[in-house]
T-cell receptor, first 116, second 115 residues
Framework: DGGITQSPKYLFRKEGQNVTLSCEQNLNHDAMYWYRQDPGQGLRLIYYSQIVNDFQKGDIAEGYSVSREKKESFPLTVTSAQKNPTAFYLC???????????????FGEGSRLTVL | AQSVTQLDSHVSVSEGTPVLLRCNYSSSYSPSLFWYVQHPNKGLQLLLKYTSAATLVKGINGFEAEFKKSETSFHLTKPSAHMSDAAEYFCVVTPFSGGYNKLIFGAGTRLAVHP
């Protein structure tokens, strides 16, 4: 079945370590996104990519990095520069504007990162 | 500027009674509006979407929402709550403008359903 796969589902990190969260999609979507979710704050956009080899900062990009070497993959690295990384991270994808007028996103199941 | 306000952070209903989750939006453009549902430790699932084709939108699991431009509202309703409806619900707006699909999320409403 088509969908978005995030891994790992749970991840623990010591302070000062970088960690990478995986996101893979087989929906043939051009655009991919990373969101951070904290209790009571809804979702905040970290990075997004509209096409391979291109990505843009979202609202809270500091302390994070991404790459988009393949259409199917959009990994997120949480670096040691991120001061409060404990959160639930959601990856999403969508069709570009020219193919849909709804703008809906398709989400993965999320990855929960805890800093010890 | 676009924004979305979910008027209740928590809603509690009894099983079998109606559900009302309120959402107001602000958008400079003709928006698309969505409701997503999230169960604990899961991703977000699209419940329904408004795209100007019809003001009353029907979604999955018996949910529906009505777009009221004069009130800038997009409230989510269900005639009879089920225990499985307990989850967090997000109202989302995105403008009809060029560029990527910039979705603006509300803070969420947590729905509790009691027996």
């Amino acid at each position: 079945d088509g969908g978005i796969t995030q891994s790992p589902k749970y991840l623990f990190r010591k302070e000062g370590q970088n960690v990478t969260l995986s996101c893979e999609q087989n929906l043939n979507h051009d655009a991919m996104y990373w969101y951070r979710q904290d209790p009571g704050q809804g979702l905040r956009l970290i990075y997004y990519s509209q096409i391979v080899n291109d990505f843009q900062k979202g609202d809270i990009a500091e302390g994070y990095s991404v790459s988009r070497e393949k259409k199917e993959s959009f990994p997120l690295t949480v670096t040691s520069a991120q001061k409060n990384p404990t959160a639930f991270y959601l990856c999403a994808s969508s069709l570009p504007r020219r193919q849909t007028n709804t703008g809906e996103l398709f989400f993965g199941e999320g990855s929960r990162l805890t800093v010890l | 500027a676009q924004s979305v306000t979910q008027l209740d952070s928590h809603v509690s209903v009894s099983e079998g009674t109606p559900v009302l989750l309120r959402c107001n939006y602000s958008s400079s453009y003709s928006p698309s509006l969505f409701w997503y549902v999230q169960h604990p430790n899961k991703g977000l699932q699209l419940l329904l979407k408004y795209t100007s084709a019809a003001t009353l939108v029907k979604g999955i699991n018996g949910f529906e929402a009505e777009f009221k431009k004069s009130e800038t509202s997009f409230h989510l309703t269900k005639p009879s709550a089920h225990m499985s409806d307990a989850a967090e619900y997000f109202c989302v707006v995105t403008p009809f403008s060029g560029g990527y699909n910039k979705l603006i999320f509300g803070a969420g409403t947590r729905l509790a359903v009691h027996p």
